[in-house]
């Protein structure tokens, strides 16, 4: 691009391309791949690299004290996400004895791996390191010491089968199998309080080498519900250091706080706020080509044509300040024809929320407010009631503020609510009866971090 010609107006399109097919992860992955693993054809070494698709792979640490349950969570990760099991059985001998290149190779070519209860010294964390084996979740199981030796203390195994039962959780119902179980060795409570010991020990200088990246799930509870926090952890994506341009889409019924929270979001993170309807009383006002199309319709207090709503929304995203700050849009789409239009002009938002709140606090939020005629001052019943009876008298109610009126426009939302939730899949669902601070929290929360992806 000419330097001559700033600022420049960037498409639309470009940074959507970016965000959507994370332009910025796959760059980073591969320079950080190639500075690993220091190939002598970095071309041929990149094209391998894209073609096995490794930002999606599970790179999984299960860290635990004994007893805590993380081989079987292991197990069970890997089995549902089709990846290896690396133990320290399988590993200390062949890898931790030197850093030679095979092993760099071996971690190259492996479509997924999950590492139970490696490392277990801050030496084998720098190690692992070392090697370029960089995971992307640690999960760290935790519970009381003195769960964990009871745990211990009930372990028998099947010499013949090489099974674990236990006298509490997994007792065998055939007397033939209890006859023949007997007590694994290093199970006593001495030997559990020594091992739990050297794991707190050496825990605190391992945790600092996975700073951002690590989950501590309590052990103390069901063996599945251990399993499926680790399982959603396990799938999800963290905050990415991508440059990010917010582009949010505000769907809800009347009533539902649209409007505060796009300003809320307008006001911290800079957002151009869009509200639809606004945008066309400008328009009038500035009695603009488009506006002088669009008075006749206010006049007539009739819908204004997609098609005109179109061209105005529009010019508006497609303005510089939109382009580059990101945009909250509220007040449109408000059926599956609008949504299509959007989309077709290439104004795809990066996160959809919808606020759901129920009628009756709808109606509560709306049939009660008020306006002074005197003043202009405006008043809720409930929330903000008038200071003197005298004011209170001339307080008067807006025609569509009337409990009619609002039931009407509910039953429209909700007659194509189920049609855009449809159309906007990744959509978040809030509840929006609440605090609205809680709400913004919420869809904050939203904004700054990535989509989770579905659990198969």
């Known amino acids: 691009m000419d330097a001559t010609t700033a600022p420049h107006r960037i498409p639309p399109e470009m940074p959507q391309y970016g965000e959507a097919n994370h332009i910025f992860e796959l760059m980073q992955n591969m320079l950080e791949q190639l500075l690993i693993h220091q190939p002598k054809d970095p071309i041929l070494f990149m094209i391998s690299h894209l073609q096995r698709d490794n930002n999606n792979v599970p790179k999984i640490v299960i860290l635990g004290p004994p007893a805590s349950g993380k081989t079987t969570i292991a197990m069970w990760l890997c089995k549902h996400l089709n990846s290896n099991l690396l133990t320290v059985e399988n590993l200390i001998a062949r890898e931790f004895s030197s850093l030679a290149a095979g092993a760099r190779r071996h971690y190259q070519n492996v479509t997924g791996w999950i590492l139970d209860g490696i490392p277990e010294t801050r030496e084998q964390a720098l190690m692992i390191q070392t090697l370029g084996i960089t995971p992307r979740h640690v999960i760290v199981l935790s519970s009381p010491d003195t769960v964990l030796i009871e745990r211990n203390l009930g372990k028998r195994i099947d010499p013949q089968t090489g099974e674990i039962y236990h006298t509490t959780f997994g007792w065998p119902p055939e007397a033939e199998i209890q006859n023949r179980l007997v007590v694994p060795e290093g199970i006593s409570e001495l030997e559990t309080a020594r091992k739990l010991l050297e794991y707190h020990r050496n825990i605190i200088g391992i945790l600092p080498a996975y700073p951002k990246i690590l989950k501590v799930i309590s052990a103390d509870q069901p063996c599945m519900d251990v399993f499926y926090q680790a399982l959603t952890y396990a799938q999800t994506s963290h905050r990415s250091n991508a440059p990010f341009t917010p582009r949010v889409l505000l769907c809800g019924p009347v009533g539902s706080g649209k409007r505060l929270q796009a300003a809320l979001l307008a006001q911290k993170y800079g957002l151009v706020n869009v509200h639809c309807g606004q945008l066309l009383k400008e328009a009038v006002a500035d009695k603009s080509k488009v506006g002088e199309l669009i008075q006749p319709y206010f006049q ?150 990535p989509l989770p992806r579905k659990v198969p």
């Open 300 to 449: 007539k207090k009739m819908a204004v044509p997609d098609s005109i709503i179109m061209k105005v929304l529009g010019q508006r995203l497609s303005q510089q300040d939109s382009v580059q700050k990101g945009w909250v849009l509220h007040g449109f789409p408000r059926d599956l024809d609008q949504a299509h239009m959007l989309h077709s002009l290439g104004h795809q938002p990066s996160r959809v929320f919808f606020l759901n709140v129920p009628l009756d606090s709808i109606i509560e939020r709306l049939t009660l407010r008020r306006m002074d005629p005197v003043t202009g001052e405006r008043y809720h019943l409930m929330y903000k009631p008038p200071p003197t009876v005298e004011i209170q008298a001339r307080l008067l109610q807006h025609p569509k503020d009337t409990k009619e009126q609002v039931k009407l426009k509910m039953d429209l939302f909700y007659r194509h609510s189920s049609d855009l939730e449809e159309f906007y899949r990744q959509a978040i669902a809030i509840n929006g009866d609440q605090d609205p601070y809680t709400v913004f929290e919420y869809i904050e929360s939203g904004i700054i971090n």
